[in-house]
């Protein structure tokens, strides 16, 4: 896809920051990016240098331009086709110059940065969306990963903080809490979980010396996400449970659990998991390392479904579908002890309290994600 140069402002939509803060704020004294996070914070990392946010009209990425601009980032320059993002998730403030473009073909945007922090989150989302287009997720999570990192290094970015999956890397036939050091599985589920596990693999070989002693090892952070929930993501076929249960629960829709309901995930606030990044990219320490970002917590699938019926006053019924066929994983929780003593970093809001938040964002962009996704079908249970 060709840029048509920054153009962020044009696409903005009207109701698009309306509760959603940190547009436009003014530098914070008590901002991690002004201060250092923690001891191991390097406060030498330049505040106001350029900031490159793949992926940042989506709805992870558009939380993240958002916490940058509140931190007080000079500028930050978002990439990003709009595939499954949206110009109008990003708010309307000068320092953001959105560039509608490939990440596989960065390189000829020519993009002025000077020694960037770059966040790498463009991806094609997620799962089952990679068992239906395996040939579009290696393009971009494999091709463009590799794009973005060969573009970065070239730019001698300051550090890639590059988007994982809790649900790669170690498979479903993980017991416990999943710690970073799990071993890595030769039986992943999808495609999708295939191509985030090779973007690790890339990112610890620009890390490493490996590419020839002339070069700099490219600092990098492999964060893994485990489920984000928060403003900013729309529902969808291919998207996450949780929008897509309160945008039916809204319509008092049924609310479909593939599987029993007893399945149980790590649900992270996104504006948290946000956090677990920004700090990534400050601290020297985690460099060359694999972060979880999850709470460590696990809720059902069933409480989750109980928890928005009541939180959007629904009169919804649960019903149940058969689980996917990739989706083995009957339990899933992360291990945060690492993100803690490397990143000093704590999740700070409840599952409860998140879905509130989110709730509320629907109900203000209702208009708007009607525009983007439609209505519920009614026979679609
Ligand atoms: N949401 C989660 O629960 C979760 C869990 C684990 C990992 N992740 C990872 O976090 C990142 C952000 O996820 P999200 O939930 O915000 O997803 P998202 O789909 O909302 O965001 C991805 C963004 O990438 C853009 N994009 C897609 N293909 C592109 C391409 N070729 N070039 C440039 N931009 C492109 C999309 O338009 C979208 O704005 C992704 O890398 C995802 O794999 C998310």
Not at 42 to 61: F, R
Request: charged share 20%; proline share 7%.
């Amino acid at each position: 896809m060709s840029d048509a140069g920054p153009r962020c402002r044009s696409h903005r939509h009207p109701t698009a920051d309306a509760g959603a803060g940190g547009t436009g704020a003014p530098p914070s004294p008590a901002s991690p990016l002004l201060s250092p996070l923690a001891s191991s914070a390097d406060a030498s990392l330049h505040p106001l240098g350029d900031v490159v946010v793949t992926g940042g009209a989506g709805a992870i990425g558009s939380r993240l331009v958002r916490r940058l601009l509140a931190d007080g980032a000079r500028r930050v320059v978002v990439v990003d086709t709009l595939t499954s993002g949206h110009a109008w998730l990003l708010p309307d403030d000068p320092r953001v110059e959105l560039h509608v473009h490939d990440v596989v073909d960065i390189a000829s945007l020519a993009l002025s940065v000077h020694e960037p922090i770059v966040f790498h989150l463009a991806a094609f989302f997620a799962n089952q969306n990679s068992v239906d287009h395996p040939f579009a997720d290696l393009h971009t999570n494999g091709h463009g990963t590799l794009a973005v990192l060969h573009w970065a290094a070239a730019q001698q970015a300051r550090v890639v903080v590059y988007a994982s999956a809790g649900c790669s890397i170690a498979g479903h036939d993980t017991p416990g809490a999943i710690r970073e050091d799990a071993p890595v599985s030769l039986h992943l589920d999808t495609p999708y979980q295939i191509t985030k596990a090779l973007g690790e693999f890339y990112c610890t070989w620009f890390g490493s010396s490996a590419r020839g002693a002339h070069v700099r090892p490219l600092p990098t952070v492999r964060c893994r996400f485990f489920n984000s929930f928060g403003p900013g993501e729309l529902p969808g076929a291919y998207r996450n449970v949780i929008p897509n249960f309160i945008w039916r629960a809204l319509h008092d829709l049924p609310l479909v659990i593939t599987g029993t309901g007893e399945e149980t995930r790590d649900f992270v606030y996104v504006d948290d998991l946000v956090d677990g990044l920004v700090r990534s990219a400050h601290t020297p320490a985690a460099y060359g390392e694999a972060i979880n970002l999850g709470t460590g917590r696990e809720t059902r699938v069933i409480d989750l479904a109980r928890d928005v019926i009541a939180a959007c006053a629904s009169n919804s019924p649960i019903v149940y579908a058969p689980r996917r066929a990739w989706d083995h994983a009957a339990r899933r929780q992360a291990d945060v002890s690492k993100a803690r003593a490397v990143l000093g970093h704590a999740p700070a809001v409840t599952v409860a309290e998140g879905l509130q938040e989110t709730v509320a964002w629907f109900r203000t962009h209702r208009a708007a994600i009607a525009a983007a996704v439609g209505v519920p079908d009614r026979a679609s249970t």
